[in-house]
Structures are given as structure tokens and as C-alpha cells.
């Protein structure tokens, strides 16, 4: 917020330009935004000074201006839409000299990260222009992105901090505009991809699961791993893992424990699982919402419900997770972003996951493969694998679980990643060893 307190002038664009080089993140994304609203000025100085700002960061990053922009699309893309109308010729310069793109072209392929906060600001003029201008029926335009669309309508719907009255004013517009659908039947087009959209959000903050905040290359969103609270572990406190003639205890590293859930995510696809349903409520026989409120929202599907759910989507889900891992042209941190999301996915399944096991089996063992980097985050999910299995379900897939888990043991402590490795795989065994030896 003190970048735009800075008086405008070339020097300061300068410094922009200068930080955006060595910054990452949320940080960097402030800096562009503050580079493109220097692009809208009337005064030719700062604009070429942006400009050439823009290049110096690219430079700095050592990625092209285009991609440098792609990483906050989510965020920067709108940004750039909605000048369409009180400045057309902005869209037409950012996308040639930055995008290196015609116009027409970018405003299709941005469809995805701006048609949703545009339906839902209820900005119909923007969208009527879009339309004009890659030539294509606005239906046709919703249709096409209706997962990305209902994804932030529903999560929308789930916040308790949005207007209802904005939610009600889009989700009138989908269905006016969608061959006079009902909510209900919006959902149904696109629950599986809207299912997926939902399930990688449950590796996010809260603070960032929501639509209009991106992700991409920035691992500060990620979740973390929660605390472990098992009391039999809290009371072994003595029990030490020995690093040479030193010392660490199991309560100065990170502690396991299964993954709660982002309520604003879980009750987005309660909502979808509601509708898939049909349940009465939340729908009425006309496929609408009875109610806007989250509150009443949040008690209209069970536990069992939405596990008996989730366990239709779960295989579509794995074959988007585990393809990810295994892609060596992906980000870490959007590998890392899958797996904290499978982990937090495997609680909900409930005991659906015994029959599921073979399947997320064979998805961890490809973390010591593909992506190395990811043991820590991989020993968690082991863990919160094995302790939301009923344990004689455990038994046939007993030697595997040690096969597999025993090359995150590491004899030479050295490096903190392995004591941690280490720590959560002792701990996983003694769960299967000591605590359940008289089941298994």
C-alpha cells in the first residue's frame, strides 16, 4: 500500500522498476500492477519509462514480459479488461509490446481469469464488447468458461464476506443468459472440472482459496502442515532422534497430523454436491437456491454425503494429480500445491478411502521420482494416508507402506529435511507397529 503513496514521476517508476527485479511474490505482483497503471497515464514520459521498467524486470527474472505478466494473470488480467472501455487503445498496446499478441487474441485466451469477476461485478457492458470483439455469442463465451464461472460463484457463495446481493445479481445473469437454465443445472454441466477447481484450492490459505487471489508461482499461499495433538506422541516428548552425539526432539521439528479444511472450499463443494443431489434444500424444484445465506448453506450435506460424492470425482481428480507429479516441465509449486491438496482431500473421502488405497498408493511413490524436492510435504500425506485407513484395511498393503517409506529414513541426520523425513516415518511406524500391533 506505501508503493502507492509514492508521488508519480520517472525517477519513482524508475524504483519500481529496480525493486521489481529483486522481489518475488505478492511484492512483485504489486509492483507490475503499479508499472500498468502507469501505462494509462496521459504523460508520454512515464508511460515509456514503465514500459522499459517492464523489460529490466523481465530481464532481471530472466523470463519474457509475457510470462512475467502470466504468473498473476488471475489478478492482472481483469485489470487489463476492464480498460476496454474508457481506454481501448490500452488493451491494443499492452497487448502488442508486452504480450506480444493481437488484442482479439488476448481477450479470448485471458477469458478464463476475467470472465468470472466480470460476471460477477455484473460488468455487461464490458462483456457485450468482448463479445464484439472476438466475434463469438456471449453464451457461447460462458458456456466455454462456465467451470472457471461457477467456480467463483460458488466459492463466492461460500464466503460470508461477500454481497449477497452481487451473488444473486450474477447467478440471475448465468441463467438468463444460458438458455434460460436454473443454478442447479449450471452446476450439473460442470461439476466434475468444477469438483477439480475446488480440490486443488484446498492446498491454498484461506486467505487464498478464493478465486480472485492467483497462486501461480507464489509458494507463500500454499498451506501449511498443521500440528500433530495425538496425546500418546505429546507424552513421548523424551523419545529423541539422535544426529551424531547431538540431539533433536520430536517436539522441535513439525508435527503430523491429518489436514483440516478451508471452510470456505469444503462448503463450495458441499454446494456442488448438494446440487448433483438434488437436494431440497438448499434447491427448490425450479433448480434454485432457496438461500444465499452460508450459514443455512453449510448444514445441508453430511460427512457421509459429500464422501459418497467425492469418491465419484476422486479417480478424475488423481488422473489431474498425478500427471502434475510426474511433469517435469511444472513448477514445484504447483506440484507442491497438488500434493498438500491430496492430503487434505483423503479425510473427506472417508471410508471410501480403503477401497481407494491402491490409487493414492501408487501417486506417492511417484514424489521420490519426479519431484525429490517434495519429502517432507510427501511424508505427511503418508501420514495422513495410513491414520484416516481403517487399520485392517492396512494389513495387505503392510510390506509396500515399509517398502516404500523406508527410503525416507536417513541414517546421517545432517540435513533438516531428512530429520524430518525421518521423524514422520518413525512416528508412522510406531502407528503401525506399536500402537495397532495386535490388528496388523
Not at 443454478?183 to 490459505?205: A, D, P
Request: proline share 5%; aromatic share 6%; net charge negative.
Amino acid at each position: 500500500s506505501r508503493l502507492k503513496e509514492l508521488p508519480v514521476n520517472p525517477s519513482v517508476v524508475v524504483l519500481y522498476g529496480e525493486l521489481g527485479g529483486v522481489v518475488h511474490g505478492r511484492l512483485l505482483l504489486t509492483v507490475l500492477h503499479q508499472l500498468l497503471d502507469h501505462l494509462v497515464t496521459s504523460d508520454g514520459n512515464l508511460r515509456a519509462t514503465a514500459y522499459d521498467q517492464f523489460h529490466n524486470i523481465s530481464r532481471a527474472h530472466g523470463v519474457p514480459v509475457r510470462d512475467l505478466i502470466s504468473r498473476y494473470k488471475s489478478e492482472l488480467y481483469p485489470f487489463l479488461v476492464e480498460k476496454i472501455s474508457s481506454q481501448p487503445e490500452f488493451v491494443e498496446d499492452v497487448s502488442t509490446a508486452l504480450l506480444d499478441v493481437e488484442s482479439s487474441k488476448f481477450l479470448e485466451t485471458s477469458l478464463p481469469y476475467t470472465l468470472p469477476r466480470l460476471v460477477f461485478n455484473s460488468a455487461k457492458d464490458i462483456i457485450r464488447q468482448i463479445a464484439t470483439r472476438i466475434e463469438k455469442d456471449i453464451g457461447r463465451m460462458l458456456i466455454d468458461n462456465i467451470t472457471q464461472v461457477m467456480c467463483f460463484v460458488v466459492l463466492s457463495l461460500a464466503s460470508a464476506s461477500e454481497d449477497r446481493e452481487q451473488i444473486r445479481r450474477a447467478i440471475d445473469y448465468l441463467c438468463k443468459k444460458i438458455a434460460q437454465s436454473n443454478f442447479r443445472q449450471l452446476i450439473s454441466v460442470c461439476h466434475g472440472n468444477l469438483m477439480l477447481e475446488l480440490v486443488l484450492r484446498l492446498g491454498l490459505r484461506p486467505s487464498a482459496c478464493l478465486p480472485w487471489r492467483d497462486w501461480e508461482g507464489d509458494s507463500e499461499d500454499l498451506e501449511d502442515e498443521e500440528e500433530d495433538e495425538d496425546e500418546e506422541e505429546e507424552e513421548e516428548d523424551t523419545e529423541l532422534v539422535y544426529k551424531g552425539r547431538s540431539r533433536v526432539s520430536t517436539r522441535e521439528v513439525e508435527k503430523d497430523k491429518p489436514t483440516s479444511v478451508g471452510s470456505p472450499v469444503k462448503l463450495a463443494m458441499e454446494i456442488v454436491a448438494a446440487a448433483i443431489n438434488n437436494k431440497h434444500p438448499p434447491f427448490n424444484q425450479e433448480g434454485n437456491l432457496t438461500t444465499l445465506d452460508p450459514n443455512k448453506l453449510a448444514s445441508v450435506i453430511s460427512a457421509a454425503e459429500l464422501a459418497d460424492f467425492l469418491k465419484t470425482s476422486f479417480l478424475g481428480i488423481m488422473d489431474h494429480i498425478s500427471p502434475t507429479l510426474q511433469n517435469r516441465s511444472r513448477g514445484l509449486s504447483e506440484k507442491k500445491r497438488v500434493l498438500v491438496s491430496l492430503g487434505r482431500l483423503l479425510p473427506l473421502l472417508g471410508p471410501h478411502l480403503n477401497a481407494l488405497r491402491p490409487k493414492v498408493l501408487a501417486t506417492l511413490q511417484l514424489v521420490p521420482i519426479y519431484c525429490p524436492q517434495l519429502q517432507v510435504e510427501a511424508c505427511h500425506v503418508w501420514t495422513v494416508f495410513i491414520r484416516n485407513l481403517e487399520v485392517q484395511h492396512i494389513g495387505p498393503i503392510l510390506s509396500q507402506i515399509v517398502v516404500d517409506l523406508a527410503p525416507y529414513l536417513s541414517v546421517s541426520l545432517e540435513d533438516p529435511v531428512a530429520q524430518q523425513c525421518s521423524i514422520k516415518v518413525v512416528r508412522i511406524f510406531r502407528y503401525l507397529f506399536v500402537k495397532n500391533k495386535d490388528v496388523l
